[in-house]
C-alpha cells in the first residue's frame, strides 16, 4: 500500500525556518512525481511545490517568493521542503502528495496518495 508521512512542522516566528519531511512507502518512490501542498482553515487546499522524480526539474507558484525548496532523497525515500523566512500567512496543514503512478512529470495529477499533514503555525 502507497504511504506517506509527513514529519517537521511546528511553530516558528515570521521570518524563521521549517524543514518538513515526508517519507513514503508502498511504491518506487524514485519514479513518482511528489509535491507539497498546504490547506488552512476555511480556505482551499493549494500546490506549494512540485517535483520530477529525479529532482532535477521542480515548480513553484509565486507566492513561496522563492522562499521554498523542495528536494528530494531517492535513496532514503524521502521528500523534503525547505521553508525560509516564514510569514504569517505561511501558516497551514502541509500535506505531502505522491502521484498515482510513475511518468516523468513534475507534478502530480490531480488525484495523488495524500498524507496525513503536519501542522506548521507562523507566529506574528
Known amino acids: 500500500q502507497v504511504q506517506v508521512v509527513e514529519s517537521g512542522g511546528g511553530l516558528v516566528q515570521a521570518g524563521g525556518s521549517l524543514r518538513l519531511s515526508c517519507t513514503a512507502s508502498?511504491?518506487?518512490?524514485?519514479?513518482?512525481?511528489m509535491g507539497w501542498f498546504r490547506q488552512a482553515p476555511g480556505k482551499e487546499r493549494e500546490r506549494v511545490s512540485c517535483?520530477?522524480?529525479?529532482?532535477?526539474?521542480?515548480s513553484y507558484p509565486n507566492f513561496v517568493e522563492g522562499r521554498f525548496t523542495i528536494s528530494r532523497d531517492n535513496a532514503k525515500n524521502t521528500l523534503y521542503l525547505q521553508m525560509n523566512d516564514l510569514k504569517p500567512e505561511d501558516t497551514a496543514m502541509y500535506y505531502c502528495?505522491?502521484?498515482?503512478?510513475?511518468?516523468?512529470?513534475?507534478?502530480?495529477?490531480?488525484?495523488?496518495?495524500w498524507g496525513q499533514g503536519t501542522q506548521v503555525t507562523v507566529s506574528s
Open positions: 517535483i520530477h522524480r529525479n529532482g532535477l526539474y521542480t
Open positions: 502528495a505522491a502521484d498515482l503512478k510513475p511518468t516523468y512529470n513534475i507534478c502530480p495529477g490531480q488525484d495523488v496518495h
Open positions: 508502498g511504491f518506487t518512490f524514485e519514479n513518482y512525481a
